[in-house]
């Protein structure tokens, strides 16, 4: 199967070999342009099946995803439904097992009974006073920086530069964008 780029190759030379013939014809008047132009007629309609080929393939692929994405979706929600009905039977069971006078229940496999959570213990605090009001040995100060990227933008805009130097020193440069596939 010949590729895309084989085809257009071929047909880059097939012009060649036209003008050629066209400038020696001027001079001897001895070339068949028609079979040529002919040749040319068939290139361009192989690569017009081969783009429409490969729009098709791309196109199917495509459909595909598609549907992966929705049979994804609908697992995600019913992994998502069935988990809030286990939660919510969880929850109940343990309203039951809390309010009676022994908070275990045993099988002959399995017991369930309610336990306290390990970890850190929960802790409250007063939402009304600001955290600089908390004594200076109960809190913890913290600086972060983030550059404005916007505002260097605007500036580099602004100024028409590629590149923000301060001081002598690049911090900023305008990078090429990117480029992206179109099919269709």
Same mark, same amino acid.
């Given at each position: #199967? !010949?590729? +895309? +780029?084989? +085809?257009?190759?071929?047909?880059?030379?097939? =012009?060649?070999?036209? #003008? /050629?013939? %066209?400038? @020696? @014809? @001027? =001079? @001897?008047? $001895? !070339?068949? !342009? %028609?079979?040529?132009?002919?040749?040319?007629?068939?290139?361009?309609?192989?690569? /017009?099946?081969? =783009?429409?080929? %490969?729009?098709?393939? =791309? /196109?199917?692929?495509?459909?595909?995803? /598609?549907? +992966?994405? $929705?049979?994804?979706? &609908?697992? &995600?929600?019913?992994?998502?439904?069935?988990?809030?009905?286990?939660s919510n039977f969880k929850t109940y069971l343990k309203k039951i097992v809390e309010n009676r006078d022994n908070p275990i229940i045993k099988g002959r496999e399995a017991t369930i009974k309610v336990i306290k959570n390990g970890g850190k213990q929960p802790l409250w605090t007063n939402s009304n006073i600001p955290a600089q009001d908390f004594p200076p040995n109960l809190v913890t100060v913290q600086t972060s920086y983030k550059i404005c990227t916007d505002t260097i933008r605007q500036q580099l805009a602004e100024s028409g530069a590629e590149e923000l130097v301060v001081d002598g020193e690049v911090l900023a440069k305008l990078q090429p964008r990117g480029t992206h596939l179109r099919i269709g």
């Open positions: #199967m !010949t590729s +895309l +780029l084989d +085809l257009e190759l071929s047909r880059d030379d097939l =012009v060649e070999q036209i #003008m /050629a013939f %066209i400038e @020696e @014809e @001027e =001079v @001897e008047g $001895k !070339t068949d !342009t %028609i079979a040529l132009i002919n040749s040319f007629d068939e290139l361009e309609a192989q690569i /017009a099946t081969k =783009v429409d080929a %490969i729009a098709a393939v =791309v /196109a199917a692929k495509e459909g595909e995803i /598609a549907y +992966l994405r $929705k049979r994804r979706d &609908n697992f &995600n929600s019913q992994i998502e439904i069935r988990e809030n009905a286990i």
